[in-house]
């Protein structure tokens, strides 16, 4: 029973040395390829004035993996082409809307973001939900930071009606789950994703973490 208990503290405490280094700021090449599902809305930015946008989901490369994003900074226009792009935690994130100087989101919002993810975002998510959740991300974000404005002009009707019960259903759900929510920060907009695996690094943490398996109950065969 103790040898069992040793090896599933020892198994925990890999497993947070994984999370711990999965967190931590690092070097990824970013290129938006597409857009998803989406619905084009018209906002004001205090950056980049009045205009008709595509508010949804992104088709994003992460270091040559598709992965599917949304954006977390309203304040910058999506740069062409491979760019590069530090992957961070989201409550870090967005850089400021007037510079490259981070300013952060907090983990409150970051949680909000996560659990609306977790909610509403499927693969197959329809143009009104995509819509309503951008918007809902752009309005979480710009309530949180001290640089930049935001502000939603106009959108179908059927999207606002998404984006109210979006609202509602988030502040009645405070304790609801949260997906683990990555930012990625860089020249053009910033997004925020599910993490994108790394399999060098997480094979080598599980290979670290196995390894002290072995020789603890190696230690305990010999006492």
Not at 140 to 161: C, I, K, M, Q, Y
Request: proline share 6%.
């Amino acid at each position: 029973m103790i040898k069992t208990i040793k090896k599933a503290s020892l198994a925990a405490i890999a497993l947070s040395l994984l999370a711990t280094v999965a967190l931590k700021a690092d070097p990824v090449t970013v290129e938006e390829v597409g857009i998803g599902a989406n619905q084009i809305v018209n906002i004001t930015s205090s950056t980049l004035g009045t205009a008709y946008v595509y508010a949804g989901v992104l088709d994003l490369l992460v270091n040559g993996t598709p992965t599917a994003g949304f954006c977390i900074d309203p304040w910058h226009w999506s740069v062409a082409g491979p760019q590069a792009y530090n992957s961070e935690p989201l409550s870090n994130a967005p850089k400021s809307a007037v510079g490259s100087t981070p300013n952060p989101m907090g983990v409150t919002t970051a949680t909000e973001i996560g659990q609306l993810w977790q909610n509403y975002y499927t693969p197959s998510i329809s143009n009104n939900t995509a819509a309503a959740l951008q918007i809902e991300i752009w309005e979480l974000v710009d309530a949180a930071v001290s640089t930049g404005t935001f502000t939603l002009n106009s959108a179908s009707s059927s999207v606002l009606s998404t984006l109210s019960s979006m609202q509602t259903w988030l502040a009645a759900n405070p304790n609801a789950p949260t997906a683990n929510m990555l930012a990625l920060t860089g020249p053009g907009q910033d997004y925020a994703v599910d993490p994108v695996p790394d399999g060098g690094s997480t094979l080598v943490l599980l290979g670290l973490g196995f390894i002290g398996l072995v020789a603890f109950r190696k230690k305990l065969q010999t006492s």
